[in-house]
């Protein structure tokens, strides 16, 4: 969770003032960045035998012992640590894996030694909005976003806010051309990346019904207009174009709260947008910055900071993946591989283009939204879902495309050894089709054995590296 910088008085006055942020860096592919972030979810051994979220007061202490053993760590909304790595070249990925398996290491070491347990998965069973809410981080974005959205949003943003936990790949990009390729392959590719990253308990929110869904592209798909695949990318004729419409959404997007002249944060009792904040000359940069953030695509527009985190620049970020050792590992090689990397980049579109996912076909908005939505409510099938169309007319298959999207990500690992043992894990489940949340479900009877196996930490739910089989104490 970053916090918008409240001291950028600058006024902004029109959408032509703001284009230019978004036109790129102009550096060339190979000198383009990838970066990393994860968000940890922490619990405990409750008095009664059954697990808690860490309170406020555990995630800030263990903050202070991450930052004593040398961690630039940050807190996420409640129960949960966050490690942000620096951006890497592109062609420098195989550091930058180096580095997050070194960070995964130090943070879960650090978490075990102080008496906590790591969540290795996207939500907690256990956790509801209420127990959530009071383990809320005490900062006053935090605060803030919780309030605005009781007052002005519906109880999905509230749930992504609180329960969930991600991981999030951020990727420069050269100029509104290439912001648009990748704008457009990556939402081709988020029904994959869902299914194939799912990482979530067969029971959450407390509930002792079996959850037959994708719960963070459920809620992210619930929060309309201004989730899940934008609108402005879908009727875009460009890159250019995106730019401005993207830039005018943030505009008439209604904030939560906003700051005023002196830096403090204001709920409106009514939503009010960046545009009618010029009415109180509040139309500052700070405003600005703070009405994107309050876009929730599943890839989402938003700064470069720099060492003072004043913001210079945007980026995108790819956020669908879950939380856990899988997410962690494997989300930059495979998002280098398919969007990045030269070869592996041109097999996927090629790939995307015989399911009708490309955007030189008729009809490919309809299609990405349509597979994206299959795999969010996939009613318990998870990987079994219809995706795109085939070129015989027939509908393509989540689970078909999956297999021929591992053989791509097989020979990018050949390509690239030491993103091997990273990638393998994610190659099997595409391989098999079955994913951690399926075999979470497959070996959870019930609710009270979802919290009976995070006390006990029982072991197996990742799939066995060679052909898929799920074997208990792997």
């Excluded at 860096?25 to 009664?48: A, C, R, S």
């Excluded at 290795?120 to 069973?125: E, I, T, V």
């Excluded at 956790?127 to 605060?143: H, M, P, Q, Y």
């Excluded at 290439?178 to 407390?206: K, S």
């Amino acid at each position: 969770m970053t916090d918008v910088r409240n001291d950028n008085t600058t006024l902004i006055n029109s959408i032509d003032e703001v284009i230019p942020l978004y036109k790129g860096n102009g550096l060339p592919l190979d000198k383009q960045t990838i970066g990393f972030e994860t968000e940890i979810g922490v619990y405990k051994k409750g008095p009664d035998g059954n697990p808690v979220g860490a309170s406020t007061q555990d995630t800030s202490a263990l903050l202070q012992y991450l930052k004593s053993l040398g961690h630039d760590a940050q807190l996420e909304m409640a129960s949960a640590v966050e490690y942000a790595s620096q951006p890497f070249r592109v062609t420098e990925v195989p550091r930058l894996v180096d580095q997050i398996k070194k960070a995964w290491q130090d943070y879960t070491g650090a978490i075990a030694a102080k008496g906590f347990k790591v969540n290795d998965a996207s939500f907690f069973p256990f956790a509801t909005l209420k127990s959530a809410e009071g383990n809320l981080v005490d900062r006053d974005r935090a605060r803030g976003l919780v309030k605005g959205m009781k007052l002005h949003k519906a109880v999905e943003f509230l749930k992504v806010t609180l329960l969930a936990t991600s991981t999030q790949i951020s990727l420069s990009y050269k100029d509104p051309t290439d912001l648009h390729d990748l704008l457009t392959t990556g939402y081709a590719l988020q029904a994959p990346l869902f299914a194939l990253f799912g990482n979530y308990p067969a029971f959450i929110e407390g509930s002792d019904k079996r959850v037959d869904y994708n719960p963070r592209a459920a809620f992210y798909e619930a929060f309309g207009e201004v989730g899940s695949i934008p609108k402005t990318l879908l009727e875009a004729k460009g890159g250019d174009d995106f730019i401005r419409r993207h830039a005018q959404q943030v505009f008439e997007n209604p904030l939560l709260y906003y700051y005023d002249s002196a830096g403090t944060i204001v709920w409106p009792e009514k939503p009010i947008t960046f545009a009618q904040l010029k009415k109180l000359g509040l139309n500052t940069r700070s405003n600005y910055d703070l009405s994107e953030t309050f876009l929730y695509p599943d890839i989402k527009v938003c700064n470069i900071r720099d060492e003072e985190g004043r913001a210079v620049a945007k980026r995108i970020e790819i956020r669908g993946f879950d939380a856990g050792e899988l997410g962690a590992k494997a989300s930059a090689p495979f998002i280098h591989a398919l969007l990045r990397d030269p070869e592996a980049s041109l097999q996927v579109k090629a790939l995307l283009a015989e399911y009708g996912l490309t955007p030189d076909q008729e009809g490919w908005q309809e299609r990405i939204v349509s597979a994206r939505h299959k795999a969010a409510y996939h009613d318990g099938k998870y990987l079994d879902v219809t995706f795109g169309i085939r070129p015989d007319g027939k509908p393509g298959n989540l689970k078909a495309f999956s297999r021929e999207l591992a053989d791509i990500l097989q020979l990018y690992a050949q390509r690239n050894p030491a993103l091997k043992e990273s990638l393998q894990p994610l190659i099997d489940i595409a391989r098999s089709g079955v994913s951690q949340a399926e075999l979470k479900s497959r070996r959870t009877k019930d609710y009270a054995e979802a919290n009976r196996q995070l006390v006990e930490e029982v072991k197996g739910t990742r799939p066995v590296p060679k052909g898929g089989q799920f074997k208990p104490g792997r």
